[in-house]
């Protein structure tokens, strides 16, 4: 459950995964509707012309050829606009700040309408055909579904612009990151910091001094550990199992990610001697995720980091903006 959390909140930073599936999704419109289209011609005959596409194919051809070529530019246009807007957030604000740019729903859906418009009137024009050794045809239904196409690309370019504009401003992203920070919180201290008397803590077995350290993981930064997991193979084995970073840390390659130890049986006065061969270090190594950078998964201070970066930009002497500052 955890490595689905991590990986969909992974997938909701890929710039590229909403424009994937709206151009799939595109590529199969523009392949069925003119199989409609013969059916709807043959069963129904001219009953909704009133409200469908009227011209012949050239003229079938001539818009879509328009709305393909139209819809590529503002396309260009609207990537230009924001990679200069996460240059700037970079700039003026922090870097950690362009994860929240990248994960946002609104820049991801307006590139990914209008990717999928230019691919489906782009893949519409081979079903169009002009009169000559075959019947001419014009599929009504697939050129009117690329009108609205349009019209609903027009009206999300102009909110698209608003959006920008105001998602530029400190205080958006300020608040954008404090609540971020504040569900991240929720998530994980569900019964609050403080509000219930928290039980003693066991203490920890000794750990020997030929303890195993996991060596084997990728190098990044801890971004999630799957406690359950880590609990079951300590279960399983009769082992002990040291995190030795917190979620945050950067562990660099070759790095110890864990200590492993056996625990000391009943009326023994020392453990068994460790054979590495028999304990789960893989599948110990697995239960750690890292990542290039820090998320949010089960690392709310990430948030605060955010914060303080921008405070701490916004006092630098090449920013001097203490109203950020305050804000944050």
């Known amino acids: 459950m955890l490595r689905l959390a991590a990986f969909l909140d992974w997938l909701r930073s890929r710039l590229w995964f909403i424009p994937g599936m709206l151009a799939i999704a595109a590529a199969l419109l523009a392949f069925t509707?003119?199989?409609l289209d013969r059916l709807v011609d043959q069963s129904v005959g001219t009953s909704l012309s009133a409200i469908l596409f009227s011209g012949g194919p050239d003229s079938a051809r001539l818009i879509l050829s328009t709305i393909a070529a139209s819809m590529l530019t503002v396309t260009a246009l609207v990537f230009t606009v924001t990679m200069l807007v996460l240059q700037l957030a970079s700039a003026q604000l922090s870097p950690t700040v362009m994860r929240t740019f990248l994960r946002d729903r609104m820049n991801q859906s307006v590139l990914g309408l209008f990717i999928a418009t230019f691919l489906y009137a782009l893949l519409l024009l081979r079903d169009v055909r002009l009169s000559g050794n075959a019947a001419a045809f014009v599929?009504?239904?697939?050129?009117?579904?690329?009108?609205?196409?349009?019209l609903v690309s027009v009206?999300?370019?102009?909110?698209?612009?608003?959006?920008?504009?105001q998602s530029i401003r400190a205080a958006t992203v300020l608040r954008?990151?404090?609540?971020?920070?504040?569900?991240?919180?929720?998530r994980l201290y569900p019964e609050g910091v403080g509000d219930v008397p928290t039980p003693p803590v066991p203490s920890l077995p000794e750990r020997?001094?030929?303890?195993?350290?996991?060596?084997?993981?990728?190098p990044g930064v801890i971004t999630s550990?799957?406690?359950e997991v880590l609990v079951d193979l300590a279960t399983e084995h009769a082992i002990s199992v040291e995190l030795l970073h917190a979620v945050g840390d950067f562990v660099p390659t070759g790095a110890p990610l864990l200590r492993v130890w056996r625990l000391q049986g009943k009326g023994d006065e020392q453990a068994d001697e460790i054979d590495e061969a028999q304990l789960p270090l893989e599948a110990l190594a697995r239960a750690i995720q890292t990542g290039k950078e820090r998320t949010m998964t089960q690392d709310a201070a990430f948030g605060f980091r955010?914060?303080?970066?921008?405070?701490?930009?916004?006092?630098?002497?090449g920013i001097n903006d203490p109203t950020t500052a305050v804000q944050a």
């Open 225 to 227: 550990v799957d406690e």
């Open 139 to 150: 599929p009504a239904i697939a050129v009117t579904v690329a009108y609205l196409l349009v």
């Open 306 to 317: 955010q914060i303080v970066d921008i405070a701490e930009r916004a006092l630098s002497p």
């Open 33 to 35: 509707l003119p199989g």
């Open 208 to 218: 020997p001094a030929d303890a195993v350290a996991v060596l084997d993981h990728l």
């Open 155 to 165: 009206g999300l370019f102009v909110a698209y612009i608003h959006h920008m504009a």
């Open 176 to 186: 954008s990151v404090g609540d971020e920070t504040r569900e991240a919180i929720r």
